[in-house]
């Protein structure tokens, strides 16, 4: 395995730092406090091409294979973790998904949007249908030209803000996974209604809502993917949306370590600098290796993906081991701050407080491992019997 970065990756992320330096800082307590969305930024990501990375060129992305966004979206969310997922969301499962599954018009019609700074958002999660995503219920019924969906979204990230849905639905009452498509739908259709959530613990800036589709008639010609192994494909196409999520979890631990780390070589006491104490270097090397890990999973699930989807395993332990350590280090990074880390003039508080969602949202660690304990116990009985 090569983890060498090419010139041109080494060139984009170097633009990425450079941009979340430069571009990102002015908007963050302002974002923190109001959670609006911050537009003008937005239209900052696009212009720099962060939205299309992996969008083909065709439709005015630049093509490049998702280790270069993933790249990108490390280098943001070590300064903020609200962007990162704006560009995560804009570089995988919705537009692989419209790339790879949607007909001409659909990929003509919406993956330039999305180049041009509309995050799409997805639609999975209903109120009783967390987890046990394939229980959801919103139904979508073909009446002539179009189909109808009725049900109810929750926590749907930039509802609201965003406007391209690409909404999972159950056609004709069938049970399972096997009744699951998805519908492109925009948030101008009637029979959308977004109700915001004001204020979430983390991650403020990009709005959480619940969405409301009441007889909201969408022209057939919008829908993505038809039930029967719809379900399989769009999995397959949200890998990319958890590799993704496990690179903000790493991006912001690290922006919490690079902050501790210049604080503990800054800060004395006792006449010394606490980093020359070893129970704060143990901090430091503990923090490192779950940093580490964490990048490498990430990175091996980035790119041992040569038909552009990652295997699930990868991109499931990735998301656990990233998400667990961007917990452990932001705390611990905030600790080395002692009383200052607390306070809310430096960003600890607010880094601890984004950490947090990423054993949660894309699939919640426990699910994850779910996934990953009956995949290695399948691989070993196959290995088993071919020892036997
Ligand atoms: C900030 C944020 C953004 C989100 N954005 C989106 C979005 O854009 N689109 C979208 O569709 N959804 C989104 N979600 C929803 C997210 O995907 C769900 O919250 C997640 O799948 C868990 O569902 P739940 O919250 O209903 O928890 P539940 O499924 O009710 O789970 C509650 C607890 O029980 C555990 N549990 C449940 N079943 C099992 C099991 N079989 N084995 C072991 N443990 C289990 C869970 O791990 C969890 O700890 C978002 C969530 C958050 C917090």
Redo the contacts with the bound molecule.
């Keep these: 395995m090569n983890f060498c970065l090419t010139d041109e990756q080494k060139e984009l992320q170097t633009r990425a730092r450079a941009f979340a330096r430069q571009k990102i800082p002015p908007h963050i307590a302002e974002m923190d406090r109001t959670n609006g969305y911050p537009w003008p930024l937005i239209k900052e990501l696009a212009q720099e091409g962060f939205m299309g990375i992996t969008i083909p060129k065709e439709f005015g992305g630049a093509g490049r294979p998702l280790i270069d966004a993933i790249l990108v979206v490390e280098e943001i969310a070590k300064v903020c973790g609200t962007i990162a997922r704006v560009v995560v ?1 804009s570089n995988t499962a919705v537009p692989k998904a419209i790339a790879e599954y949607g007909n001409a018009a659909q990929r003509q019609k919406f993956l330039p949007t999305i180049v041009g700074g509309d995050k799409p ?7 009783e ?5 394939t229980w959801l219920k919103t139904s979508a019924t073909i009446d002539g030209d179009h189909v109808v969906l009725n049900g109810k ?7 609201g803000s965003s406007r391209l849905y690409l909404v ?1 639905a159950r056609f004709d009452n069938v049970a399972g996974a096997g009744g699951i498509g998805a519908v492109l739908v925009t948030a101008d259709t009637k029979g959308l209604k977004v109700a915001r959530i004001p204020m ?4 403020r800036g990009m709005p ?1 809502g619940e969405v409301d589709f009441v007889n909201c008639r969408v022209p057939k010609s919008q829908i993505l993917v038809m039930p029967g192994d719809g379900f399989r494909k769009l999995m397959r196409c949200y890998n990319l949306q958890r590799v993704g999520a496990a690179t903000v979890a790493l991006g912001i631990g690290q922006g919490a370590f690079d902050l501790a780390a210049a604080y503990a070589n800054k800060r004395k006491q006792f006449g010394q600098s606490i980093g020359s104490f070893q129970g704060v270097r143990w901090m430091f090397a503990d923090m490192h290796m779950r940093l580490e890990s964490a990048r490498l999973l990430v990175y091996r699930a980035a790119t041992t993906n040569a038909d552009g989807f990652p295997d699930k395993m990868a991109a499931a332990t990735a998301k656990v081991c990233a998400s667990e350590a961007a917990i452990a280090v932001t705390n611990a990074a905030l600790q080395v701050h002692g009383a200052a880390g607390y306070s809310c003039d430096l960003p600890l508080e607010r880094m601890v407080r984004d950490a947090r ?1 990423f ?9 994850q ?2 996934l990953i304990g009956s995949e290695v116990l399948a691989r070993a009985s196959t290995e088993l019997q071919d020892v036997a």
């Design positions: 969301d958002v997805i639609a999975i999660t209903e109120p249908a967390g987890s046990a995503a979204k929750c926590w749907i990230t930039g509802a999972f979430m613990m983390g991650l959480e969602m054993t949660i949202g894309g699939g919640t660690a426990e699910m491992r779910n």
